[in-house]
Nanobody, 126 residues
Framework: QVQLVESGGGLVQAGGSLRLSCAASGRTASTYAMAWFRQVPGKERECVAAISWSGENTYYGESVKGRFTISRDNAKNTVYLQMNSLNVEDSGLYYC???????????????????WGQGTQVTVSL
């Protein structure tokens, strides 16, 4: 089992920034990819960013390119999502996800991820 714990969500005004963190623990693989997904009521869960084990390869959803940055610290088993220039459409429940596969080229496909955190709420106000 792998446990994922997100933190850093909250309420922020449009144009502001937030930094999300996700710490992995338990029986983590020697290498694994991580991702951040966003869930909005009535919509499918959307991958906003994903990162390979080395951190060299990343994926960003079109709506967040140039504003969000995913990074990781493997010594701390932690992945981060720096979110800048936030807008109201960025509001949602943010989940981090883990897969021991796709460790070189990260995937944005939800079913490829085996473990999920409990989610952290991000609310952007006008």
């Amino acid at each position: 089992q792998v446990q994922l714990v997100e933190s850093g969500g909250g309420l922020v005004q449009a144009g502001g920034s937030l930094r999300l963190s996700c710490a992995a623990s338990g029986r983590t693989a020697s290498t694994y990819a991580m991702a951040w997904f966003r869930q909005v009521p009535g919509k499918e869960r959307e991958c906003v960013a994903a990162i390979s084990w080395s951190g060299e390869n990343t994926y960003y959803g079109e709506s967040v390119k140039g504003r969000f940055t995913i990074s990781r610290d493997n010594a701390k088993n932690t992945v981060y999502l720096q979110m800048n220039s936030l807008n109201v459409e960025d509001s949602g429940l943010y989940y981090c996800a883990y897969t021991p596969r796709r460790t070189v080229i990260p995937t944005w496909v939800a079913y490829e991820y085996d473990y999920w955190g409990q989610g952290t709420q991000v609310t952007v106000s006008l």
